[in-house]
């Protein structure tokens, strides 16, 4: 037990660095290689995982712009109508203002021309009316008292008449 | 009771399991070979087993043990051989099973390998061999022969001393230890027969069998780290 | 008269370094751990390994007496 060969001592070497061998092929190796693939099957994860993450940014930035052009586009068409409704409101009030003035113009010839008809009736009748007197005064007889009269009466009747 | 008489078969028994007829015997095989040799046999078949069959996904719970395995054994001597040393942990890792599985074979009834002055003294030799060997590889031959002056050039003979101390104190620790714990379970059993021998053998076989294996790893970790800082 | 068993005999009395060293370390380990017992683990550690070198005197000093008696 306490007397040592050479052999026993080489023996033994040979042993250790068998075993050693053993291990590192059928343990070490084995194991190494499954870790290795999972790390780089988690590796490749990982990266596909980053890489659509970065597609859904870019496909939201996309659409969050698309949203933001459909809004100004909203907001433009608003103004659009809007400037549109005010055009038509002041092109209908311009229009009515127009036409009331028209109507204005046309009221106020109308009634030049019905006040002058008028005139011209009364200047006529007026006419008549001279005239009739002056036949009556030129068939009655002439005196004073009766041209007074006449005077008075044509006066009248003018007055009358005129009134 | 022949206490003497045991020690005697015991220590002075002929180890010589497979003799040669050559050379006057100088390539005997002995007895703790051909029981290192078993416990390389069970070490490679359940190897063998354990890792047939590995899948990178949907794992069963044999791969997950070898995992378990491979990833405590590197974690013990990683952590004791620092972040320089990583290079050698498989290789202690493996002397810390096979040291280990060497002392556990007392539990089946077999003398234990490291009973032998001849697997210890191999051990500690290619311990040795390892860590100054580690050394040159990491300092460079001038920075090895450098270190042994180190801190003081006062104390280079006790540097020097030193590569033969390590290997011995190594070697003779774990001999002792097993030869130790086998003459006190030896006494026992003569004393008493029964069940306490076998809570003993708690202790002696199966405890002090692996702490002395992780005692043998973890000096021959410190020595290497030391060697390459 | 046979001296080597008298050598032998003086071999074992280094169990009395490795005893003492053993109760040292095991006392202060009880101190660390009634200081910090969170770190009771990691202690319990140190300490084995330490038994287990401090052991190592008194096994040096069976392997020394056996070697005496029987080499």
Redo the contacts between chains.
């Keep these: 037990m306490l007397n040592i060969s050479i052999m026993g001592i080489v023996y033994t070497v040979v042993n250790l660095l068998l075993l050693y061998i053993i291990f590192r092929l059928f343990l070490f190796k084995r194991v190494d290689a499954v870790l290795q693939k999972r790390r780089e099957e988690i590796e490749h994860a990982k990266d596909s995982a980053s890489k659509m993450e970065q597609e859904a940014e870019e496909l939201k930035e996309s659409y969050a712009k698309k949203l933001q052009e459909a809004g100004k586009e909203c907001e433009e068409l608003v103004a659009q109508s809007k400037k549109d409704g005010y055009d038509e409101y002041d092109r209908i009030i311009n229009d009515a203002k127009a036409k009331a003035e028209q109507i204005i113009v046309e009221a106020k010839h109308n009634a030049q021309i019905e006040a002058q008809r008028e005139k011209d009736a009364y200047v006529s009748e007026l006419t008549d009316l001279v005239v009739h007197a002056a036949n009556k005064i030129a068939v009655s007889k002439h005196d004073e008292e009766s041209d007074k009269e006449l005077y008075n009466k044509f006066i009248f009747e003018a007055i009358e008449k005129s009134e | 009771m022949d206490i003497g008489g045991l020690l005697n078969e015991l220590l002075l028994e002929d180890k010589v399991m497979i003799h040669f007829d050559f050379m006057n015997g100088f390539f005997d095989i002995n007895k703790s070979v051909v029981v290192t040799w078993g416990v390389m046999a069970v070490l490679t078949l359940f190897l063998l087993w354990l890792t047939s069959g590995m899948k990178v996904h949907n794992i069963s719970t044999k791969q997950l043990v070898a995992e378990a395995i491979v990833d405590g054994l590197r974690g013990i001597t990683g952590g004791m051989l620092g972040e320089e040393g990583i290079a050698y942990r498989d290789y202690m890792a493996v002397v810390l099973v096979f040291i280990g599985a060497s002392n556990l074979v007392g539990l089946f009834g077999l003398t234990p390998a490291t009973m032998d002055l001849n697997v210890t003294v191999a051990l500690a030799l290619m311990s040795i061999v390892l860590v100054e060997g580690a050394g040159i590889h990491h300092k460079g031959v001038r920075g090895w022969l450098k270190s042994f002056t180190a801190p003081l050039w006062l104390i280079t003979p006790i540097n020097i001393l030193e590569i033969a101390i390590k290997p011995l104190s190594l070697c003779m620790r774990l001999f002792g230890n097993i030869i130790g714990a086998t003459v006190i379970m030896e006494l026992l059993k003569m004393a008493v027969p029964v069940i306490v021998p076998a809570a003993f053998s708690i202790y002696f076989d199966i405890f002090d069998g692996l702490i002395q294996a992780y005692v043998f790893v973890f000096l021959s970790s410190l020595y290497i780290k030391e060697a390459i800082e | 008269m046979d001296l080597t068993a008298l050598g032998a005999a003086i071999a074992a009395f280094t169990g009395i370094g490795a005893g003492i060293g053993i109760g040292i370390a095991t006392a202060k380990a009880v101190d660390a751990v009634a200081r910090q017992p969170e770190a009771d683990g990691k202690i319990m550690k140190l300490l084995?390994?330490g038994c287990?070198?401090a052991?190592?005197t008194a096994?040096?000093g069976?392997?020394v007496a056996?070697?005496i008696?029987?080499?």
């Design positions: 084995i390994l287990a070198l052991e190592a096994i040096y069976f392997v056996i070697m008696k029987f080499a």
